[in-house]
C-alpha cells in the first residue's frame, strides 16, 4: 500500500471516526467482563484499541502500517506493535480476547487462523466486527461514482479449517448518528477510492470545500450505518470421553 496514501488516510482516521466501536462492543459484553490479555488486529490508528479498555487491562494493538501507528491514540494500558500477526512473534497461548475490526478481510489466511489457535488461550473469545457506512445519499450528491468494491464488511472464517473455533454469536443491526460537515468530510478523505475521485472532480485548492458548502451548507448530517460480528468460542482441547467409552 502507496506509504503516501497512508499517511493521508491516518492523518483523516486520526481526526475522526464515528464511535460505533463501541456501540458494537456493549452489544457483545452484555454484562460487565474484564479480560486480562487483548490483542487488537489490524488496529489502525487506534480508535478500535481506546475502545477495549473498559473490556480489558493490557491491550496490544497490532498494526501493519507504520503510517497509522504514528498516529495511534496513547495511552499506559494500549501497546502498539507495527507487525503481521502472520510474522510478529507474539507469545502462545496467551491472548482471552482477539479482535479484528474491519481487518479481517485483509489479513484472512488459513496461516493467520493458525496464528489465532497458538497464541490463544483456552477458552479465549475471538471477536470479528465491522460497520458499514451508508454514505450513498452524499455520494449521490456530490455527484461522484466510484468503482466497485470488492470489500465484504461480513468476512468471518467459515471457509478455513476452524476445527477449534465454535460460533457463538451473529449479529447484524441497522444504526444511525449525527455528524459535523468537517466529521462528515474526515470520514469521505478517510476512504481512497472516495478521496481519489473528490480529489479529480474537484483539483483546484479549495474547490471541494466551496462545492459542498454550496450543497450542504453548515448543517449536521444523518448517517446510517449496519453493524455486525460473528463472536467465537476458542476450544483446543478435545472433549474428554466418559470412562464407560
Given at each position: 500500500?502507496?506509504?503516501?496514501y497512508?499517511?493521508?488516510?491516518?492523518?483523516?482516521?486520526?481526526?475522526?471516526?464515528?464511535s460505533?466501536?463501541?456501540?458494537?462492543?456493549?452489544?457483545?459484553?452484555?454484562?460487565?467482563?474484564?479480560?486480562?490479555?487483548?490483542?487488537?488486529?489490524?488496529?489502525?490508528?487506534?480508535?478500535?484499541?481506546?475502545?477495549?479498555?473498559?473490556?480489558?487491562?493490557?491491550?496490544?494493538?497490532?498494526?501493519?502500517?507504520?503510517?497509522?501507528?504514528?498516529?495511534?491514540?496513547?495511552?499506559?494500558?494500549?501497546?502498539?506493535?507495527?507487525?503481521?500477526?502472520?510474522?510478529?512473534?507474539?507469545?502462545?497461548?496467551?491472548?482471552?480476547?482477539?479482535?479484528?475490526?474491519?481487518?479481517?478481510?485483509?489479513?484472512?489466511?488459513q496461516?493467520?487462523?493458525?496464528?489465532?489457535?497458538?497464541?490463544?488461550?483456552?477458552?479465549?473469545?475471538?471477536?470479528?466486527?465491522?460497520?458499514?457506512?451508508?454514505?450513498?445519499?452524499?455520494?449521490?450528491?456530490?455527484?461522484?461514482?466510484?468503482?466497485e468494491?470488492?470489500?465484504?464488511?461480513?468476512?468471518?472464517?467459515?471457509?478455513?479449517?476452524?476445527?477449534?473455533?465454535?460460533?457463538?454469536?451473529?449479529?447484524?443491526?441497522?444504526?444511525?448518528?449525527?455528524?459535523?460537515?468537517?466529521?462528515?468530510?474526515?470520514?469521505?478523505?478517510?476512504?481512497?477510492?472516495?478521496?481519489?475521485?473528490?480529489?479529480?472532480?474537484?483539483?483546484?485548492?479549495?474547490?471541494?470545500?466551496?462545492?459542498?458548502?454550496?450543497?450542504?451548507?453548515?448543517?449536521?448530517?444523518?448517517?446510517?450505518?449496519?453493524?455486525?460480528?460473528?463472536?467465537?468460542?476458542?476450544?483446543?482441547?478435545p472433549?474428554?470421553?466418559?470412562?464407560?467409552?
Amino acid at each position: 500500500m502507496n506509504d503516501l496514501y497512508n499517511t493521508s488516510t491516518a492523518k483523516h482516521y486520526q481526526a475522526y471516526r464515528p464511535s460505533l466501536h463501541q456501540n458494537i462492543l456493549k452489544s457483545v459484553f452484555r454484562k460487565s467482563k474484564i479480560f486480562d490479555q487483548v490483542l487488537d488486529v489490524g488496529c489502525g490508528v487506534g480508535h478500535s484499541s481506546v475502545a477495549l479498555l473498559e473490556y480489558g487491562r493490557n491491550i496490544t494493538g497490532l498494526e501493519i502500517s507504520a503510517a497509522m501507528l504514528e498516529k495511534a491514540k496513547t495511552h499506559k494500558n494500549i501497546q502498539y506493535i507495527c507487525g503481521s500477526l502472520t510474522q510478529y512473534p507474539l507469545p502462545s497461548s496467551h491472548y482471552d480476547l482477539i479482535t479484528f475490526a474491519g481487518s479481517l478481510f485483509y489479513a484472512k489466511s488459513q496461516a493467520l487462523l493458525n496464528e489465532v489457535m497458538r497464541i490463544s488461550k483456552e477458552e479465549a473469545i475471538i471477536l470479528v466486527y465491522d460497520f458499514q457506512l451508508d454514505l450513498s445519499p452524499i455520494l449521490s450528491k456530490l455527484n461522484l461514482i466510484l468503482p466497485e468494491s470488492n470489500y465484504e464488511h461480513d468476512t468471518d472464517f467459515s471457509d478455513l479449517q476452524a476445527s477449534f473455533l465454535h460460533l457463538r454469536e451473529t449479529y447484524v443491526s441497522p444504526t444511525s448518528f449525527i455528524c459535523s460537515p468537517s466529521e462528515i468530510i474526515h470520514v469521505l478523505f478517510a476512504e481512497k477510492p472516495i478521496a481519489s475521485a473528490i480529489n479529480q472532480k474537484y483539483p483546484k485548492s479549495g474547490e471541494f470545500q466551496y462545492h459542498w458548502n454550496q450543497l450542504f451548507g453548515e448543517e449536521d448530517l444523518k448517517l446510517r450505518a449496519e453493524l455486525n460480528y460473528n463472536k467465537y468460542l476458542v476450544l483446543k482441547r478435545p472433549k474428554s470421553q466418559s470412562p464407560n467409552h
